[in-house]
């Protein structure tokens, strides 16, 4: 099989940190609103692409996370990030913007999280937000131990 690629536009939304409720005796965790909103919007774009039959074996994921570019940026910084050459190293981390991202390709994509064992995170800026995913389907056959 061939990688599949996905493309959200807009900006891109980091995991949120759970949220906690209690419900008398019990503490529910819920998702953050925006987190919670964004997982809808990348699984409407993977259902655009998601294959016929969910992805059973190890895949890798790639994600090109390409935030606005800053508007205090000179022309000059504005053009050096475009061709990639200025990236952000502020936080939210690279890794929580493909958490929540990952989350949602669940039971679109693949069957469960576990199969994904490579992950590759990248940010970028960009006048022209948006998340690229890439999902390649791994052909090395893993031995389940358990």
């Known amino acids: 099989m061939t990688e ?4 959200v536009p807009g900006e891109p939304v980091p ?12 503490v529910q965790t819920y998702d ?4 919670k909103q964004y997982k ?3 699984a409407f ?19 090109l996370i390409f935030k606005s ?3 205090s940026f000179s022309r000059k910084k504005a053009e050096a990030a475009e061709l990639r050459a200025l990236r952000p190293t502020t936080k ?15 039971k679109i ?9 490579n992950v590759i995170a990248k940010k970028y800026y960009s006048a022209n937000p948006r998340m690229e995913i890439t999902v390649r389907p791994l052909e090395v056959q893993q031995e389940k131990l358990f």
């Not at 599949?4 to 493309?7: A, D, E, H, R, T």
């Not at 774009?45 to 994600?63: C, H, M, R, S």
């Not at 939210?92 to 669940?106: C, I």
């Open 45 to 63: 774009y993977a259902n655009q692409v998601a294959p016929k039959q969910l992805l059973t074996g190890p895949v890798e994921i790639e994600f």
């Open 15 to 26: 995991q949120g940190r759970p949220r906690f409720a209690r419900k008398g005796n019990f």
């Open 69 to 71: 570019t800053l508007k």
């Open 109 to 117: 994509i693949w069957e469960d999280d576990g199969q994904v064992v």
């Open 92 to 106: 939210p981390d690279a890794d929580n913007y493909a958490k929540g991202a990952m989350d949602a390709l669940k």
């Open 4 to 7: 599949i690629k996905i493309i």
């Open 40 to 42: 809808k919007i990348v």
């Open 32 to 35: 953050p609103p925006k987190s």
